[in-house]
């Protein structure tokens, strides 16, 4: 049963950690995309259609349109509008100012509908985002979760590392990042400026943001990969991946017999440079005792590299999993690695709690009978 537990807490952890690096992505390329702005810009063009009767093109093209309404409509740059904008003061001034009989009686209840549409939309795009990095990433790095979770349930060391040392890591980063979030979001859901501090600096001081989130994120997955390296990368590390079963063997063959060359160049190389040395002794009894060294130690290293290929060779002959399989195995493990991560780093985090506090719960004295 603690084997279990502490098996689900590493995989909790490792999984806990992987949905804070596509958060991290997730939020770089939110913020230089802007896609918040995207939608309050449609669903401001959709409210303006429905309050004045014309399109947002209709206004600016109509010749009877007044020339500073245009320039004024023109000048708008959305992407310094946060959410204070949607607000009934400020869209009942502006719907005046591009149609005196915009319709604005019962701009209340309208403006809660595109509101809501707004955050909804934003919402939506963002998950669709974070579960398209989360398989984007799982996928082009090859994580896959069966290996992880087998080598976890199989290894008793690594499953200790990951379920004490790395889970303490993996919770106390995602309880920084939490906190970190939570100061630093005004009231708009994008972390929009406010158009009336929106000044010159703001690009560079966003590309600065930017740049730093991005180290961060480059940071973060190089440890990632370090730490959980025994599920990352298989396919990727395979030199001899093919469909054919046949070529497979053709081409493990063929390494066999490079690394046996080369290794076989190595020893020669280093026997004959002690040879060499041996010939400079001057005293003829330890210059053959020195020949019958060297000798005697190249045949060693030759018997050990020999008994070292035949391990290989039968322990590759023990896998039965083709290339195809092996493809197959790590694709879909990968792309179940990346649907565990969408789910959120919140509920890894809860679940990594949960776990973490069973297993640290101490067990019930057992009562001996008088």
Partial sequence: MLTLI?????????MLMLSLLVKTLTSVLKNYFDYYSDNLEHEVKRLVLE????????ILNDPHTP??????????VWERLGAEFLSA???????????????????ESRLKIHVAKVNYAFEMRMKNLALAMGLGMCLLCNINAFTIWKTLYTDQQLRGTFATNYADKATALAEAQAKGTAQATPANPQNQPNPANAQGGSASQNKAQLDAQMKDFQQSMRGFLTDVSFGVGRIWREDCLRLNVSATQQ????MREETAKSKENLRQQQYQQKIAGA??????????????????????????D??????????????????SGIFIYE??????????????????HDILQALSSLRAKPAAPVKSKA
């Fill in 251 to 254: 081409c493990k063959q063929q």
């Fill in 306 to 323: 020999t008994l070292a290929a035949s391990l290989r060779l039968a322990q590759e002959s023990k896998e039965t999993q083709s290339g």
């Fill in 6 to 14: 502490e098996t689900l807490t590493g995989f909790a952890a490792i």
């Fill in 279 to 304: 010939e400079k002794i001057e005293d003829a009894g330890e210059k053959e005792q020195a020949k019958k060294d060297a000798k005697d130690e190249l045949n060693a290293d030759t018997k050990a």
């Fill in 89 to 107: 003061g400020y869209l009942s001034w502006f719907l005046r100012q591009l149609d005196q009989n915009a319709r604005v009686s019962d701009l």
């Fill in 331 to 348: 694709f879909f493990g990968s792309l179940l690695t990346g649907i565990l991560v969408s789910i959120g780093a919140p509920y890894w």
């Fill in 67 to 76: 020339p500073q309404v245009k320039s004024f409509a023109e000048s708008i």
């Fill in 51 to 58: 309050t004045t009767g014309k399109t947002w093109d209709q």
